[in-house]
């Protein structure tokens, strides 16, 4: 209690950390009497993560959770060991990330107790929209109506003040004007849009309330908490307001709490910034967040299957650090968001990056872009499944499968827990009704299905979604029967030419595993030599020097010794 203490003192004058104490060591003791459900204590192979909605999945006169439960019991149980819900409380907007009550769940959800029926058949990642929340949530209105009680706990900033060093993930205004009750305008700081009110934790109570819905979502049996947009979360003007020392300071806090409430508990913090700034967020490797998003992740991997060249991404895993020994990457290609492009930028040329978009956007894709410092703009994130962005409207699905397959076997096969989102999952195309309806980009991929319309469509034998879905679970349930693939576990990158990524996990001279994968539409020769067993057919094979990988084939190979045979 005392270590937590000290952390308040960091960004508090004492005598306001004095002041919010009492009441909040006894919400801590609170929530540590109640014994709360106990958590794996740490990750391993079989540790393989489902990204979906809450409302996935619907069927009449069910709440949506119930379907999932269905959902997940028929066809994901044994490919998932945790399920992460994106916000399923009431929002106004963005399909979630506007809260409007923390603490209640969204009623075509269900209640709490759908939630709990689901933590007794999988662990459970919340979602903890930290930084901001919904202009029509209670805290707001009674804002805007005077209360005292919520005066600062928002972020009132004259519209003459210069801000133009602050960092902008959207090309809309950092200020909304809002009209208060008794007719006064006030401008108020909204990073991603003016229904999403960014929080002020410069304001002690602020801070306490957040605590208090952290140790909720615990206590409701949140085993993973996501910190959504983290970065954002201390503003300070004539700075950047991304990355601050306090924000730090607040996520160490966090994870403090959680160590003391719920040991197990792991804090992921959500960062979609280069890679330098987003691993800062381990602080020191004990510390704050046990997991970082792999942002760098998806865009590589489409750049170099869409460019047939794994020079890029090769040289990034050779870079590319052991998170450490109490740390790991949270590693995707797809979510509920588009294909982030900052964390590439200077890893792959601008006009590359700007050439790929450009590609991209001729085969269906859509682009959301950002403000920069000079009053430009810049592409910010590809909006797009992940089927779509791999391939072209002219492919046939056998190629598409292909190349969807290759891709995932490197999220399955690098260092870090693996997530894969529900409409990879179902090998999902875009999905431009969905955009008309919403006018929003990322509608794209973010369709919700009929329970029955979708369980007819993965039993079509001929359909790319069957397909899809066959493959990808084979390709999950070996990953989790190999030890080798522990997150935790070394990696050697092995260099086999430019259209080839080639990785080894290595435990000891004897226990390794090496993993290549061609990433060209073409026949490659690499040089591999040894018996090995092929993890994926289950077949030995003996290789001696120039072997051939055929367009988009992907070898697990673990090697056989002498003294096995």
């Given at each position: 209690m005392e270590h937590i203490k000290d952390r308040l003192a960091y960004l508090y004058p004492k005598n306001e950390v004095e002041e919010i104490w009492p009441n909040l060591e006894n919400r801590l003791v609170e929530a540590k009497e109640k014994r709360l459900k106990d958590r794996k204590p740490t990750w391993d192979e079989k540790d393989v993560v489902l990204i979906t909605y809450a409302d996935q999945f619907h069927e009449k006169e069910q709440p949506t959770l119930a379907t999932f439960k269905q959902m997940f019991n028929r066809y994901l149980a044994d490919k998932f060991e945790v399920v992460h819900l994106l916000p399923f409380y009431p929002y106004s907007s963005d399909d979630g990330f506007s809260v409007i009550d923390y603490k209640n769940v969204n009623p075509i959800a269900g209640d709490w107790e759908d939630v709990d029926s689901l933590t007794k058949v999988t662990r459970l990642m919340f979602d903890y929209v930290c930084n901001h929340i919904s202009a029509k949530s209670s805290w707001f209105q009674e804002y805007l109506k005077g209360n005292p009680e919520f005066q600062?706990?928002?972020?009132?900033?004259?519209?003459?003040?210069?801000?133009?060093?602050?960092?902008?993930?959207?090309?809309?205004?950092?200020?909304?004007?809002?009209?208060?009750?008794?007719?006064?305008?006030?401008?108020?700081?909204?990073?991603?849009?003016?229904?999403?009110?960014?929080?002020?934790?410069?304001?002690?109570?602020?801070?306490?309330?957040?605590?208090?819905?952290?140790?909720?979502?615990?206590?409701?049996?949140?085993?993973?908490?996501r910190l959504d947009a983290v970065g954002f979360m201390w503003k300070e003007i004539g700075t950047t307001c991304i990355h601050h020392e306090k924000t730090h300071q607040i996520i160490k806090l966090f994870r403090d709490i959680a160590d003391e409430v719920a040991r197990g508990t792991v804090i992921i913090t959500e960062t979609n910034v280069p890679h330098k700034d987003n691993v800062s967020y381990f602080g020191n490797g004990r510390d704050e967040a046990h997991m970082v998003y792999q942002f760098p992740l998806p865009p590589l991997v489409l750049y170099s299957i869409v460019r047939e060249n794994g020079s890029a991404l090769t040289n990034w895993a050779k870079q590319l650090e052991p998170a450490g020994e109490k740390t790991t990457f949270f590693n995707f290609l797809a979510s509920h968001d588009g294909i982030g492009l900052n964390p590439i930028r200077g890893i792959i040329a601008e006009d590359e990056i700007l050439g790929m978009v450009e590609e991209l956007k001729k085969e269906g894709a859509l682009v959301n872009y950002k403000k920069n410092p000079d009053g430009s703009e810049s592409p910010y994130e590809i909006n797009v499944t992940y089927m779509d962005a791999l391939n072209k409207r002219s492919d046939d699905d056998t190629i598409r499968l292909k190349r969807f397959l290759l891709a995932h076997s490197i999220l399955l096969t690098l260092p870090g827990v693996p997530a894969v989102y529900i409409q990879s999952m179902l090998g999902s195309r875009n999905d431009y009704d969905g955009v008309s309806k919403t006018g929003m980009n990322r509608s794209i991929n973010r369709q919700k299905y009929s329970l029955d319309g979708i369980e007819k469509e993965l039993a079509d034998t001929d359909s790319l979604r069957y397909h899809v879905f066959s493959e990808l679970t084979n390709l999950i349930q070996i990953r989790k029967a190999e030890a080798l693939f522990n997150p935790d576990v070394p990696m050697e990158v092995v260099d086999l030419g430019d259209k080839v990524f080639a990785v080894k996990r290595v435990l000891n001279e004897k226990d390794e595993l090496l993993v290549i994968h061609n990433l060209a539409n073409e026949i490659n020769v690499c040089d591999i030599t040894g018996r090995y067993l092929n993890l994926i057919t289950g077949e030995e094979a003996e290789y001696a020097g120039n072997s051939k990988l055929d367009p988009y084939q992907f070898l697990w190979l673990k090697p056989i010794h002498q003294e096995e045979n």
């Open positions: 600062d706990f928002f972020i009132e900033v004259e519209p003459s003040i210069d801000l133009s060093l602050v960092t902008r993930p959207r090309a809309t205004p950092v200020l909304t004007k809002f009209t208060l009750a008794d007719e006064t305008e006030k401008h108020i700081w909204t990073t991603f849009s003016d229904d999403q009110i960014d929080l002020n934790f410069s304001n002690p109570n602020l801070l306490v309330k957040m605590i208090d819905v952290l140790l909720f979502y615990l206590e409701q049996g949140a085993e993973y908490l």
